[in-house]
């Protein structure tokens, strides 16, 4: 029997098979997650339909995060279609390509407010709405990066609201513990997504990566898939407002010492 047999998860922020959130998907299926899926734009339904139908979910609703009535639409559908659910995967960012290269000290007022409503807001909005359906408690996911915490070149906004985000999951879980509803992050390295691909220089972080993390590797979808299944599951039973590291131990470097 899977770790989730008899558990319901919701997964918003799939754009296609290499996004995090599609590795996260399988994991929690492979465990025996009934599942569950929204997406961003109608341009992605053509890519997130048939993957969701692969793995039988009975909910493909489209759901621009930003938008309070395509909220509260798609957890009305969430109502009619499993009456409760047990985890929320929050898989979402975004900032103008403007803000994601060159120095933070240019970014716009409106490149700030874009970054900071999709990518950290958000998770608020989806928790307000998951909270009265998660009867019997639950687990609420969502993804960040170590750009939260030190500088990382270009990505500027986005590490502020990436900070944001994971102050968001401290209070959310405070707020949320009692009824039994835990909430975390994963703050994984650098995986080759849509998403990132909008960072100037990513690949060459990505390089850089895989030279000097501990574990000498990059990060793949399968591994931050497996670390959700665990914080979705009762093995983190007792595991909320954490900030869980897949990044084969980059963050627990202070200096590197070049070697060529
Ligand atoms: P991705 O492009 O596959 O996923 C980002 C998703 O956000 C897309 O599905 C997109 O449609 C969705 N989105 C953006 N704006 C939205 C809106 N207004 N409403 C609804 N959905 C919206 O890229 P990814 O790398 O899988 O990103 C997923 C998460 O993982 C993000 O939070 C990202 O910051 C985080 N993350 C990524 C990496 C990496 O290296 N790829 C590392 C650490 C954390």
């Not at 960012?93 to 000290?105: K, P, Q, S, T």
């Not at 998403?195 to 850089?208: E, V």
Request: with cysteine; hydrophobic share 45%; net charge negative.
């Amino acid at each position: 029997m899977g770790l989730l047999e008899g558990k319901t998860a919701l997964i918003f922020g799939v754009a296609n098979e290499h996004s995090i959130a599609w590795g996260i998907a399988q994991a929690l299926a492979a465990e025996g997650a009934e599942l569950g899926f929204s997406y961003g734009i109608p341009a992605l339904e053509k890519r997130v339909r048939p993957l969701a139908e692969g793995v039988n979910a009975r909910l493909i609703e489209e759901c621009n995060v930003n938008d309070d009535d395509a909220v509260d639409r798609t957890f009305e559908k969430v109502k009619e279609t499993y009456g409760s659910f047990d985890i929320l995967v929050h898989s979402i960012a975004y900032a103008d390509r403007a803000d994601l290269d060159g120095r933070f000290v240019e970014t716009s007022r409106s490149g700030f407010h874009t970054a900071l409503e999709t990518s950290a807001y958000s998770l608020v909005a989806l928790a307000q709405r998951a909270e009265p359906l998660m009867r019997e408690g639950g687990s609420i996911l969502t993804m960040t990066y170590y750009g939260s915490v030190a500088v990382m070149p270009h990505y500027n906004v986005m590490g502020v609201a990436k900070a944001a985000l994971e102050a968001g999951v401290r209070y959310l879980a405070s707020d949320l513990g009692p009824q039994g509803i835990r909430v975390n992050a994963i703050s994984a390295g650098p995986i080759k997504t849509l998403a990132a691909s909008g960072i100037a220089g990513f690949r060459k972080m990505l390089n850089y990566h895989e030279k000097v993390a501990p574990m000498r590797r990059s990060i793949t979808q399968d591994d931050v898939g497996k670390t959700a299944v665990w914080l979705c599951s009762d093995w983190a039973g007792a595991v909320t407002g954490e900030i869980v590291y897949v990044d084969g131990g980059w963050n627990i470097m202070g200096t590197i010492i070049p070697t060529c």
